[in-house]
Nanobody, 117 residues
Framework: VQLVESGGGLVQPGGSLRLSCAAS????????MSWYRQAPGQERELVAF????????NYADSMKGRFTISRDNAKNTVYLQMNSLKPDDTAVYYC???????????WGQGTQVTVSS
């Protein structure tokens, strides 16, 4: 099982980034996909999740209207489009795959996003 995030980097406040997470080794379309983030000294927090077929999404309040999660089950990839980035968005962003029955939970290695002028 692998989840490989990419697309992080340094961006100025107000800028945009698109994160990608390429999955392999499991049945991607049967898993809820999520993005989490963890800032220095902070607990890991949920950013957004998307249902197995992509028909349902949910976002943390501070990301609503700025971030968009999407998935392409044909490519086994989940995306996070981040717009209007703020310094407070600086964190390591992690991709997560979860299935409840049977219980399975996979994590990527994370990608650093730094928002700074």
């Amino acid at each position: 099982v692998q989840l490989v995030e990419s697309g992080g980097g340094l961006v100025q406040p107000g800028g945009s980034l698109r994160l990608s997470c390429a999955a392999s080794g499991f049945s991607f379309s049967r898993f809820i996909m999520s993005w989490y983030r963890q800032a220095p000294g902070q607990e890991r927090e949920l950013v957004a999740f998307i249902s197995e077929a992509g028909g349902r999404t949910n976002y943390a309040d501070s990301m609503k209207g700025r971030f968009t999660i999407s998935r392409d089950n044909a490519k086994n990839t989940v995306y996070l489009q981040m717009n209007s980035l703020k310094p407070d968005d600086t964190a390591v962003y992690y991709c997560n795959a979860r299935r409840n029955i049977p219980r399975s939970d996979y994590w990527g290695q994370g990608t650093q996003v730094t928002v700074s002028s």
